[in-house]
T-cell receptor, first 113, second 110 residues
Framework: EPEVTQTPSHQVTQMGQEVILRCVPI?????FYWYRQILGQKVEFLVS????????KSEIFDDQFSVERPDGSNFTLKIRSTKLEDSAMYFC???????????FGSGTRLTVV | QQQVKQSPQSLIVQKGGISIINCAYE??????FPWYQQFPGKGPALLIA?????SEKKEGRFTISFNKSAKQFSLHIMDSQPGDSATYFC?????????FGAGTTVTVRA
């Protein structure tokens, strides 16, 4: 069964450092998303990406965050200057038809120290 | 603003019993209501979903009941099995993004 692949599975970074979280969506999917889940809390929408541009973003997705699809397969989330409160599990998701058939990756646990 | 409210926070059920999780939403623009199952260290996986023009959907042991007038929907897990032990999230979507409930941790005791 096709799956969304995220790397690394766990990233530890110093506060103020830049991090890039990587995702390989399912190959025929056209819609890409990032969500985050702070430990013990609900999953929160960050950003959606379609046709090489952001289609929607949440209040969480401020100027410190950016997304990119640098080639035909990867989809990245960059946090420019990490803060302690950015510590969370970050999930990438992709879908073929918008909201239907979302597939989530296993996530990257980001720990900011 | 908490757009999707989920209860209970956790529940314990005996093997073979019924697990019931309830969700309520506020935004009447929501047009798709999926349920996700999440195991520790894994991403949410789509379990079952319903659209607001249907009042009930059943897939195997999992049933969604949907009450549009009350803006509520629920997940019933029939004949609960130890392998069903996981966290369950309801969600609602509008404009291609999902708003999740807070999650319910289900523990099925053998």
């Amino acid at each position: 069964e096709p799956e969304v692949t995220q790397t690394p599975s766990h990233q530890v970074t110093q506060m103020g450092q830049e991090v890039i979280l990587r995702c390989v969506p399912i190959s025929n999917h056209l819609y890409f998303y990032w969500y985050r889940q702070i430990l013990g809390q609900k999953v929160e929408f960050l950003v959606s990406f379609y046709n090489n541009e952001i289609s929607e973003k949440s209040e969480i997705f401020d100027d410190q965050f950016s997304v990119e699809r640098p080639d035909g397969s990867n989809f990245t989330l960059k946090i420019r200057s990490t803060k302690l409160e950015d510590s969370a599990m970050y999930f990438c998701a992709s879908s073929e038809k918008g909201i239907y058939g979302y597939t989530f990756g296993s996530g990257t646990r980001l720990t900011v120290v | 603003q908490q757009q999707v409210k989920q209860s209970p926070q956790s529940l314990i059920v005996q093997k073979g019993g019924i697990s019931i999780i309830n969700c309520a939403y506020e935004n009447t623009a929501f047009d798709y209501f999926p349920w996700y199952q999440q195991f520790p260290g894994k991403g949410p996986a789509l379990l079952i979903a319903i659209r607001p023009d249907v009042s009930e959907k059943k897939e195997g042991r999992f049933t969604i009941s949907f009450n549009k007038s009350a803006k509520q929907f629920s997940l019933h897990i029939m004949d609960s099995q130890p392998g069903d032990s996981a966290t369950y999230f309801c969600a609602a979507s509008h404009d291609y993004k999902l708003s999740f409930g807070a999650g319910t941790t289900v523990t099925v005791r053998a």
